[in-house]
């Protein structure tokens, strides 16, 4: 596609359910991030694909965060029993992969937990 | 540990004024430094990159000034205009091939007509 993709744009569950976010990136862009956003803060590093080798998840928060990269391609974050303090946006970006290099983002899923 | 933060949370502009938002970073082997800007309800989108080579880059109508002396970045925006009022962010990394960019909290830019 013409931009990184992300959905839903919107998601609001209920404490203690499992969600999905979905992320499609940049077409030939082997390097995949998610961030996190809270409310008027910075952007926060959860984990990193690059190619085939093994993620980057050092900035996942907790082990009920996870993420998975199918074919080198689309990439699902999922948070499971979710709380209330993982309410944020949570942004994806690709780029080249080539290092020291600008990140393209998606504009974001917002996800609510009530 | 050592981050990426900016002088001013809130900026209000006339509109046709020149704006600049300044970012300080504390770590000395940062190298690459992005500013992006983010509008309401979208993803940060990249305004101008340098590089520490550099201490000065232009784009269209955005100029970076880096100073590694006292690691001090800053983002001017010529003749502002009521678009550009959005949130601005600064991001570095440090060393070949590094993928990890930190951001910093941001600047809102308010451009008053």
């Known amino acids: 596609g013409a931009g990184v993709s992300q959905s839903p744009s919107n998601k609001v569950t209920e404490k203690g359910k499992d969600v999905e976010l979905r992320c499609d990136p940049i077409s030939g862009h082997t390097a995949l991030y998610w961030y996190r956003q809270s409310l008027g803060q910075g952007l926060e590093f959860l984990i990193y694909?690059?190619?085939?080798?093994?993620p980057d998840k050092s900035g996942l928060p907790s082990d009920r965060f996870s993420a998975e990269r199918t074919g080198g391609s689309v990439s699902t974050l999922t948070i499971q029993r979710t709380q209330q303090e993982d309410s944020a946006v949570y942004l994806c970006?690709?780029?080249w992969g080539r290092g020291r290099e600008k990140l393209f983002f998606g504009s974001g899923t917002q996800l609510s937990v009530l | 540990g050592e981050s990426v933060g900016l002088h001013l949370p809130t900026l209000s502009v006339q509109e046709g004024d020149n704006s600049i938002i300044n970012c300080a970073y504390s770590n000395s082997a940062s190298d690459y430094f992005i500013w992006y800007k983010q509008e309401s309800g979208k993803g940060p989108q990249f305004i101008i990159d340098?590089?520490?080579?550099?201490d000065k880059r232009q784009g269209q109508r955005v100029t970076v000034l880096l100073n590694k002396t006292v690691k001090h970045l800053s983002l001017q925006i010529a003749a502002t205009q009521p678009g550009d009022s959005a949130v601005y962010f600064c991001a570095e990394t440090a060393g070949a091939g590094s993928y990890q960019l930190t951001f910093g909290k941001g600047t809102k830019l308010s451009v008053i007509p």
């Open positions: 694909f690059q190619g085939n080798s093994a």
């Open positions: 340098i590089r520490s080579n550099m």
């Open positions: 970006a690709s780029s």
